[in-house]
């Protein structure tokens, strides 16, 4: 198979395909139609409408494209910072604005986030929830044919600052043409005060937009919601006492509480780490119909405490899984964060045997409907046909969703967007 070919009017055949909302298929197919799925089933009870068509064969499993659920492709270039270890968020945040004051060319941005694009694109990833905080960052997505949403990012808005400019520039950068679809994320609660979040999600509601944040990503933020800590706005330096949080002492409430008082949670909103919060605020995300994106390689590079993917999972939550950026993490390559998760959902003791099923649908559908889509994640006729093969082979008698978690980090061999090769082992369609 070349690159930029399609796979359209073929048979996609794999040792295994996991179509992620129902079983697995042994010596299974996904007949792609118009950059549609056609059909999905066993190779060899291909109905009489496919069971002529071209057959592609693979080896190992073939998925549903993986939607990475938080990434800043435009951090791609900040490798070295994401090699070091830290001891906590505010730590790394101040090393992390030595990277970023050390730009100086904006175009460095758009070239970092094409750069993660394509990594993202060798491990099967085709769809994003992606923050931009930099305009040249902009139209990455739409550049290799890849899904989702560009998250436009405010932060360090003091109400002053807003209202001084702050909101005009952010509304008129909101409201550009965009080959994308758009979305607004204020960066995190303690970064803005809480009026310019209100503001920003009503901007973002009025044009239909989602809405992603960072929330109990810092030990210490809590603190900050609840009576003024300000250890959180330590990079921040004079401008900390600015904010409305200082100025008051804090509101009493929780991080999801807080949250939620400036109209951060809903079916429109999700949340990158959820790593502090407590079973009360986990508990108001799930009847708000927040979801989170968990990343837990981001987090331990940082020296955060582990996500609780137990606890999210026993409490019944439906969540996705991101990456992050390259300035926290080791890789672009979703399936390795998938696989750290089994590892810390085991160790947190949870011992139920849909774990890799359900982190799988984390890592596909749980994405796509924190991206607002019933197009992506799974593999059914009439979905896009976005597609990824892994080489994992798959023992006798073994499950093919566990040798997937386990082992399918660095193995992917093929990426197809709506119907065209996007990867294919080792080289790129370039935009
Ligand atoms: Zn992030």
């Known amino acids: ?98 990277f970023y004051d050390a730009v100086t060319d904006p175009a460095e941005w758009g070239v970092a986030a094409r750069e993660g694009a394509q990594l993202a694109l060798r491990s099967g990833s085709t769809a994003f929830a992606e923050i931009v ?39 008129a950068w909101l409201d550009q043409a965009s080959e994308c679809v758009v979305g607004v994320s204020p960066h995190a609660p303690y970064s803005l005060d809480g009026e310019v979040i ?27 919601y609840d009576f003024g800590n300000r250890d959180v706005l330590e990079i921040y330096g004079d401008m900390r006492d600015e904010f409305a949080l200082i100025r008051g002492g804090g509101t009493g409430l929780s991080t999801a509480r807080y949250a939620e008082s400036i109209d951060l949670l809903g079916r429109d909103s999700h949340l990158a780490h959820g790593i502090y919060l407590d079973r009360a605020d986990r508990d108001l995300l799930r009847e ?14 940082i020296g955060l405490a582990a996500a609780p993917v137990g606890d999210y999972l026993r409490e019944g939550h439906e969540f996705a899984v991101g990456t992050d950026s390259l300035s926290s993490s080791p890789s672009l390559d979703l399936l390795a964060d998938v696989a750290a998760l089994a590892e810390l959902a085991t160790a947190q003791g949870y011992a139920d045997d849909d774990l890799h099923e359900r982190l799988l649908a984390a890592a596909t559908l749980g994405g796509a409907a924190v991206l607002g889509r019933d197009d992506l994640g799974a593999l059914r006729a009439g979905m896009r046909a976005d597609l990824a093969v892994f080489d994992v082979r798959v ?18 061999t093929l990426t197809v967007i709506g119907g065209t090769v996007r990867f294919t082992r080792g080289a790129i369609v370039s935009a």
């Not at 708000?288 to 590079?301: D, E, K």
């Not at 023992?395 to 992917?412: F, I, M, P, T």
């Open 1 to 98: 198979m070349k690159n930029d070919a399609t796979v359209n009017g073929t048979l996609v055949a794999a040792d295994w395909v996991l179509p992620v909302a129902s079983p697995a298929i042994k010596h299974g197919a996904v007949a792609v139609h118009e950059g549609q799925i056609a059909w999905v089933g066993k190779l060899e009870e291909a109905p009489a409408e496919v069971a002529g068509w071209p057959i592609e064969r693979h080896a190992g499993i073939l998925t549903p494209g993986l939607v990475n659920g938080h990434t800043h492709l435009q951090y791609t270039g900040f490798v070295e910072l994401g090699r070091g270890s830290y001891t906590s968020f505010e730590h790394w945040s101040e090393e992390f604005e030595v």
């Open 198 to 224: 209100r503001e920003l999600t009503e901007l973002a509601r009025a044009r239909g937009m989602r809405i992603h944040s960072h929330v109990g990503e810092s030990s210490v933020e809590a603190s900050l």
């Open 133 to 171: 905080t930099d305009e040249p960052a902009r139209g990455t997505l739409a550049g290799f044919g890849l899904q989702g949403i560009e998250y436009l990012e405010a932060i360090g808005e003091t109400e002053a600052r807003w209202g001084s400019g702050g909101r005009e520039a952010f509304t």
């Open 395 to 412: 023992a006798e008698g073994e499950d093919a969703r566990r040798a997937l978690v386990e082992r399918g980090e660095g193995s992917c």
């Open 288 to 301: 708000t119909g927040t979801r989170v994106a968990l990343c837990p390689r981001s987090n331990r590079v």
